[in-house]
Each structure stands twice: as C-alpha cells, then as structure tokens.
C-alpha cells in the first residue's frame, strides 16, 4: 500500500511545482487584460509578437509560423497551449533543439557567470552567494550586500544587463530551474534582474520609493529572443518576480497601475529579434517582385536584401527592431545603432 501513496505524494510535488512555475495566460488576463496585452505587444511592428514557430500549427491557422500570438489563443479552453520548456514533453524539448539550437541553461551555470559579471563590477568574489562546483549548488549570502567605495547600490541597479538569445530569460530571473522545474525560493535567487531587486529591497524601506528603483532596474535590463512563445514566458517571469520580491518586501501585492507600468517596461526591453541581423525574424526580402516606373514604362524588379547576401548587417531590406533608450529621454532607438 505504500507504493500507490508514495506515487501520489509525488504526483502531488510534481503538480504544485507545475503550477509554480507555469504562469498561466488566464491569470493574467483575470489579473488584468491591459497587462496581458502589453506584455504580448510588439513595438517594432506595432503588432503582437508572433509564433514563430511551427510547433503549434496543429491547433489550426490562427497559429501559423507568421500569425500573432493573441490573447484568445492561449487563454480560455486554450490556456494550457503555452508552457515552459520544462514542462513540454521530452520529444517535443528535442525537436526544439534540433530546429532552433534551443538548449536551456541549469541555474547554476547561470549562476557561476552571473557571478562572474558581478565579480567584475565588485572586484571581489561571492558576493551574492557562495557556490559548490562539486555538487552544483549555491548558499546565499544572508548579510547585506556592501559596495565598493567608488560605487554605490544605486549604481549597480542602473547598470546595464543584457541575456541574448534570452528563451525563458534564465540569466534575469530565476524563479525555477529551467533544465529541472524546481521553483527557486526567493531568498536564493541568482538573476541579474534578481540581484537588482534585492539590492533594492535591502537599501529601501519606502513603498514608493522602492516603486521608482525597481522600475529603474527593469529599464536597465534587456533581452532578445527569436520564437514568441519563449519570449512571453520571459516577459511573464520578468512581470512575476517584480510581484514576488515586492510582495516579500511590503507583505503585499503592489497596485495594478504599477505593475501595468512594469509590464509596459517589459515589453520594450524584452524584444523578438533575429540577433544576426537585428531585424524582426524573417523579416528580410529575397526574391519578391514590385513594380519600378523606367523610362520605358511600368516594370518587374526582382528585391533580394543584400544584407542576407553579403552577411552585413546594416544592409538587410527587413524591419530593424526599435528598443527604448530609457535615460536618454525615454527615445526610440534601433538595436543595431548601438553596434560600434
């Protein structure tokens, strides 16, 4: 009789860890429809973001590689259809890393050169947690973070942070492990998103005030993905955790008009990018025909982008991804005029 109950006590883990770490389209739609709306908005376009991803044509043309991803989709008698990488299937986890080079990192190496970035900016080792490379696990350090005399906690929360190619966003925030599902508990988080908001947490006591540095560590932190799916679980987890570590600190949920903004951040700095070309995926033109007005009247004009041909980055003829310079008055910018 032990086997049945054994079975089921784990069944049970397996489910509350499920429900964890999977942040479900239908939670925030009831939480707020603005909010699932930004974080499914593409600025570059002025669309949503888009599947770009054959894994759910099944389910009918609404989504097809190129179709948008809209709330109706994935909400309703549909909100199980997006998931985290973990909880796919294993044939499914394959097929993704054979078409797209998709392999997510473990929390500890994300961890180790995450470490690694903050041992650069402090000049010192473990300041955030200690690490066991022998057993792949790490102790957070309980004490207050301290700065060097040249730098302040403020400066560390508007430092830049960027993860390419992000998927779910490992590198930012760390509310489970991306290769195993097990949820992480706030205190011993490792994301660079992460260490902002407890350097915050640890230096502000003022609602409001923590409100305005919270939004400055999301202004500063960026990332890129190429399949829309990955890239609205990243934009979720990013959205959760400032709910979480907000919650931690104050015992409370902070008000809708807040976390809309942070959604609204969110959605600039988490962007679908093709990062070789800098443009919206499949964006470029190879092949297409228009119309050109010769002196010889109307004719056909084969337009190839010679970006794809010539492997250059500022030539390709696709739709080049607009990012928010935060600092500098909040302008529209292109993600490539920031490659020297």
């Not at 299937?89 to 473990?106: G, I, L, Y």
């Not at 947690?129 to 040249?150: C, G, L, M, R, Y």
Request: charged letters at 25%; hydrophobic letters at 35%.
């Amino acid at each position: 009789m032990l086997l049945p109950i054994a079975i089921s006590a784990r069944n049970a883990k397996k489910e509350e860890s499920s429900a964890c770490i999977d942040i479900r389209e239908d939670n925030l739609l009831a939480l707020s429809a603005e909010v699932l709306d930004t974080l499914l908005r593409d600025h570059t376009t002025g669309n949503n973001i888009f599947w770009a991803t054959h894994d759910y044509e099944a389910f009918g043309n609404a989504y097809d590689y190129h179709s948008q991803i809209l709330p109706e989709l994935i909400t309703g008698e549909h909100g199980m259809v997006i998931r985290p990488r973990v909880l796919k299937s294993k044939e499914k986890q394959t097929d993704r890393s054979k078409d797209m080079a998709e392999v997510f990192t473990p929390s500890w190496v994300c961890n180790a050169q995450n470490n690694l970035v903050d041992e650069a900016w402090f000049g010192r080792k473990e300041v955030f947690n200690v690490e066991d490379s022998t057993n792949h696990t790490w102790q957070a350090n309980s004490a207050k973070i301290t700065f060097p005399k040249d730098k302040t906690w403020k400066d560390y929360v508007r430092a830049t942070r960027m993860e390419i190619t992000c998927g779910e966003a490992p590198y930012l925030v760390s509310r489970y492990d991306a290769t195993t599902g097990e949820p992480i508990p706030i205190e011993q988080r490792i994301g660079l998103l992460d260490r902002k908001l407890r350097v915050i947490s640890e230096n502000v006591d003022v609602s409001g005030e923590w409100l305005e540095w919270a939004q400055t560590a999301y202004m500063h932190t960026y990332g890129y993905e190429w399949q829309g799916d990955n890239l609205l679980l990243a934009r979720e987890a990013l959205l959760w955790t400032f709910i979480e570590y907000y919650q931690a600190k104050f015992g409370k949920a902070p008000l809708l008009k807040s976390i809309n903004y942070i959604a609204y951040i969110i959605s600039w700095n988490l962007w679908q990018m093709d990062g070789l070309k800098g443009v919206v995926p499949d964006s470029c033109k190879n092949g297409v025909i228009k119309k050109v007005q010769t002196l010889f009247g109307e004719e056909d004009e084969v337009v190839n982008c010679l970006g794809c041909q010539q492997e250059e980055i500022r030539r390709h003829n696709g739709t080049y991804c607009l990012i928010r310079d935060w600092p500098n008055d909040k302008k529209k910018i292109r993600f490539i005029d920031l490659i020297k």
